[in-house]
């Protein structure tokens, strides 16, 4: 089984959207997929499921099993371990951030008994709880958009986690529109700088908001669309990386 991370300091980004449009890809190939919603927000339960489900605060707090906070999707092979808003004390229940690697990589053992894949949809907040869950996976996968404050959150956060190992680290330009003229510049001419992003390019679409309106990934819902299409080339991209079994 492997864990996925999909981080960002800067909110706005289309992290949700990526999660969940992964997961529906993984999904499809036959991996049976956890989309770990951990952002208070829930975005990726919603658009998953409409169950609820018990408080994870439950297993944050009071170590009770995560299999109750765990809803089957629409699509086969998918589930959602669903978000709540106990997840905005989080970083209360946890002492440090080895005791948040500590239980996120028990956590892991017990799940990759049922999926092959985890894919963590990461509250964008830079504590040593989240870096502690973040040290548990086996790569992140951060979408960066071409604007200056998500180019120096990107900085920042690399700044910050030094101690991640080159092929852990998955960076990614997400949002790019070709009409504004700072976002061409910057991936035609500045991009170079930053040899470690990967080479797959996520467009800025409307069919992202449809997506919503729909609750249901893009993938799915209109998978002819340059914005499913962008996401089957991601996928395609981080899939070998993670060597799945």
């Known amino acids: 089984m492997r864990a996925l991370a999909v981080y960002q300091l800067k909110g706005g980004v289309g992290k949700t959207t990526t999660a969940v449009n992964l ?16 952002d208070p927000q829930g975005a990726a339960s919603w658009l998953l499921t409409d169950e609820s489900a018990p408080a994870q605060d439950g297993f944050w707090k009071d170590h009770q099993p ?3 906070c765990i809803r089957h999707t629409r699509i086969p092979k998918l589930d959602v371990l669903v978000a709540d808003h106990s997840l905005r004390k989080f970083h209360q229940r946890l002492a440090s951030k080895k005791d948040a690697e500590q239980r996120m990589r028990s956590a892991l053992d017990m799940l990759a008994e049922t999926y092959g894949l985890v894919i963590l949809d990461c509250a964008p907040v830079m504590t ?83 997506m919503l309106v729909e609750r249901n990934p893009v993938v799915e819902g209109h998978p002819a669309v340059p914005l499913a299409r962008n996401y089957r080339v991601l996928w395609q991209a981080v899939k070998p990386l993670l060597e799945l079994r």
């Open 23 to 38: 997961a529906a890809l993984a999904a499809r190939d036959g991996i049976r997929t956890l989309i770990w919603d951990l």
């Open 66 to 68: 995560l299999s109750d």
């Open 128 to 210: 040593p709880q989240m870096e502690g869950i973040l040290k548990a996976c086996d790569r992140i996968l951060l979408p960066v958009e071409p604007s200056v404050l998500s180019i120096r959150a990107y900085e920042q956060i690399r700044h910050d986690f030094d101690w991640v190992k080159k092929k852990q680290w998955l960076p990614f330009v997400t949002m790019i529109d070709r009409r504004k003229a700072d976002h061409v510049r910057w991936v035609n001419d500045e991009l170079k700088a930053y040899p470690e992003f990967l080479r797959t390019f996520i467009a800025y679409s409307a069919s992202a908001e449809r």
